[in-house]
């Protein structure tokens, strides 16, 4: 997988590379890195009958968009014929008779499938330790977490088995994770892409997002998956810009924001420095970068954790054990619906099932969750105020490096801080970026995260190119 994204579109157009043989090395990587447990599911089968269709097109003349593209998938997502757990012993064996909209989009565009990867159960937790199927390891560090909860998507990335996998964010489950393993993680504008097929978890706030290591790729990823689809009423018609023309784009005059809410205490210190040395690079290559304020960060992480888990208590309730999951018997329903949840659940869904009955409850609606609602509104309007002056906010992607596995797990809430960073955005609904930036005194990825206006991911990807080609200069 060493060749880039233009450089694998060359090779398949002139014969020079067999898609097949992309096929042979990713799944040789994966056991290889078996170790990382970055897989749930492996379809070496269905990756062939996928490689040998874009093959076909390929003689007959046909250059695919996404050709050469080998794909590791969030088990959250649904993919026909293959199993769909969401990590979760209550979907241990079930089968997805469809295929989700985005994930068929790249499909036809050419890209083939290898895998679905692990991720924290039914994407709630910051680690990828939340998993029925064991934890995901950091490549970077094997006593590390690879964040979460697109874990095993950032970890597949990362060690070179793919270049590219599809992840999900609710509160910054693509950024976060990218940011740990050094890749790049997309998060769109709430509406961009489809979400039927992925797998609700909070549906105000879910969404399909791109993890990569090459950019070009995951702009070519993006524009092939994004636009309106008739099977989720809540994507937009807003057409999609061109995101994967990134040549020849110049920062100068450039409008960047740095959010002084994002510099506070508990920011690791050399995550700190990174993202002051990144803004004097800017600088000097013309961007216009100030400090700027969103007032109402302090109140994302208590926002989000009222709304997100309100929102999964709905949610979650039709896995009964009698539509969905293994069925437990008992003397009435409610033992068998209790049994079946009981078995099922693990411990990290069933407190997020319970914080989010409370604040739906009556006496406490008001009081919490219509509350929360009206602060979400109020960080809306903080964006909104600061794109008037500003093209882009740049900010850390997390407050720390990958901490150690095992380290917060005892912590909910020290677990649930993990995302302070990046909530906001999914609460806002505004796409955002994290790009690998540097790294710190042990060699752990630090990410830095780009937050732009609605729909204007093309304007992210573009400015994420130049940043990387600046720093590796």
């Known amino acids: 997988m060493s060749l880039s994204f233009s450089e694998r579109k060359a090779a398949l157009k002139s014969g020079r590379l067999d898609i097949k043989s992309l096929v042979d090395v990713a799944l040789e990587h994966t056991r290889r890195n078996a170790h990382l447990n970055a897989f749930i ?105 690879p964040g979460g909860s697109s874990g095993g998507s950032a970890a597949a990335v990362a060690a070179g088995v793919v270049t590219s ?85 110049a920062l100068e005059g450039l409008r960047i924001g740095l959010p002084v809410e994002y510099f506070g205490e508990g920011i690791q210190p050399a995550v700190r420095n990174t993202i002051e040395k990144a803004a004097a690079v800017l600088r000097r290559s013309g961007a216009v ?6 007032p109402h ?79 979400r509104r109020l960080i809306r309007q903080d964006f909104s105020e600061a794109f008037r002056n500003y093209d882009l906010l740049m900010t850390p992607t997390a407050p720390t490096t990958a901490f150690k596995i095992g380290e917060k797990i005892a912590s909910p809430l020290a677990m649930y801080l993990s995302d302070i960073f990046t909530a906001s955005a999914n609460l806002a609904g505004v796409p955002a970026i994290s790009l690998p930036i540097g790294s710190d005194d042990k060699g752990l990825p630090i990410g830095m995260q780009l937050i732009a206006q609605d729909f204007r991911e093309d304007l992210l990807f573009r400015t994420t190119k130049r940043i990387i080609e600046l720093i590796n200069i």
């Open 165 to 249: 996998a599809l992840g999900s964010e609710t509160g910054g489950s693509v950024r976060q994770p990218a940011a740990f393993c050094g890749i790049l993680g997309l998060k769109p504008t709430y509406g961009r892409v489809s979400r039927y097929g992925l797998t609700a978890f909070g549906s105000s706030l879910d969404q399909i997002g791109v993890m990569s290591s090459d950019v070009e790729e995951a702009a070519h990823i993006f524009q092939a998956m994004a636009g309106c689809d008739a099977n989720d009423n809540t994507t937009s018609p807003t057409p999609v810009p061109d995101c994967s023309a990134l040549s020849e784009f």
């Open 297 to 375: 960060t302090k109140y994302a992480i208590p926002t989000y954790y009222i709304i997100a888990p309100a929102e999964a208590s709905s949610n979650l309730a039709r896995y009964d054990g009698v539509r969905y999951g293994p069925r437990f018997e008992g003397e009435n329903g409610e033992d068998i619906i209790r049994a079946s949840r009981q078995a099922g659940f693990g411990a990290e869904v069933k407190r997020r099932i319970m914080l989010g009955a409370y604040v739906l409850s009556a006496g406490y609606y008001d009081a919490y969750y219509k509350k929360a609602q009206r602060v």
């Open 41 to 145: 599911t492996l379809m070496s089968e269905l990756a062939y009958e996928q490689a040998g269709r874009v093959a076909t097109r390929l003689l007959n003349g046909e250059y695919p968009p996404l050709a050469g593209v080998i794909l590791a998938v969030k088990d959250n997502i649904a993919l026909r014929g293959v199993r769909l757990t969401c990590a979760s012993k209550i979907l241990e064996n079930y089968i997805s008779p469809y295929t989700a909209t985005a994930l068929q989009r790249l499909i036809d565009a050419g890209a083939v499938v290898i895998g679905k990867t692990n991720l924290d159960e039914f994407a709630m937790g910051s680690s990828t330790e939340h998993s029925a199927y064991g934890v995901t390891l950091n490549p970077h560090n094997l006593e590390r977490v």
């Open 289 to 294: 970068v100030s400090e700027c304020s969103l």
